[in-house]
């Protein structure tokens, strides 16, 4: 099946700082990447879509100037969030399309943000 | 707006047995509903994706249904291991992905 890598698995920054998290689709091309959110016992919340060489669509609620979406490439996209803050400490997951026309969503391993 | 439900919330069983997880969504126009398993601080495995379609798909020991109708999904898992211990998540597609809370599973020896 079709493999999504993200980097780093796991960060740990002070707050104030800036941290970007990388998605790449390693065996296909992906024009539309997704970026969620998982708080601790809860389900996955959709933050953005990422379409490549163009603005990223953000959901109602998450601020575009705090997490900085960027798709420059058919297989890589790029969170990064700015002036970290402690309530920013979460599992952040990114998926691509396999773009066969079945809709079905691959995954990357997450990345998990803990902000001190 | 679609709301995605999965019933139980968490699950315990001995291993062996068969076991049903359930999952419903309000909005029957849907595209495709896929089903995920989740490992603790892990990303997710998509196990098992059915198209509008569809009724039914199959891999392995694993089984998803699809009432588009009613709005409702299950998943059916047959001789249960302890290594199927995770939370399943269930999303459909229809626009943009909606997925449920997620049912914890443990499978205990």
């Known amino acids: 099946g079709a493999v999504v890598s993200q980097h780093p698995s796991r960060v740990i920054c002070k707050s104030g700082t800036s941290v970007k998290i990388e998605c790449r689709s390693l065996d296909f091309q992906a024009t539309t990447m997704f970026w969620y959110r998982q708080f601790p016992k809860q389900s996955l919340m959709l933050m953005a879509t990422s379409n490549e060489g163009s603005k990223a669509t953000y959901e109602q609620g998450v601020e575009k100037d705090k997490f900085l979406i960027n798709h420059a490439s058919l297989t890589l996209s790029t969170l990064t969030v700015t002036s970290a803050h402690p309530e920013d400490s979460s599992f952040y997951i990114c998926?691509?399309?396999?773009?066969?026309?079945?809709?079905?969503?691959?995954f990357g391993e997450g990345s998990r943000l803990t902000v001190l | 707006k679609q709301e995605v439900t999965q019933i139980p919330a968490a699950l315990s069983v001995p291993e062996g047995e068969n076991l049903v997880l359930n999952c419903s969504f309000t909005d029957s126009a849907i595209y495709n509903l896929q089903w995920f398993r989740q490992d603790p601080g892990k990303g997710l495995t998509s196990l098992l994706l059915?198209?509008?379609?569809?009724r039914e798909q199959t891999s392995g020991r694993l089984n998803a249904s699809l009432d588009k109708s009613s709005g409702r999904s299950t998943l059916y898992i047959a001789a249960s291991q302890p290594g199927d211990s995770a939370t399943y998540l269930c999303a459909v597609t229809y626009g943009k992905l909606t997925f449920g809370q997620g049912t914890i599973l443990t499978v205990h020896p």
């Open positions: 998926s691509a399309s396999h773009g066969t026309g079945t809709g079905e969503l691959f």
């Open positions: 059915i198209q509008s379609s569809q």
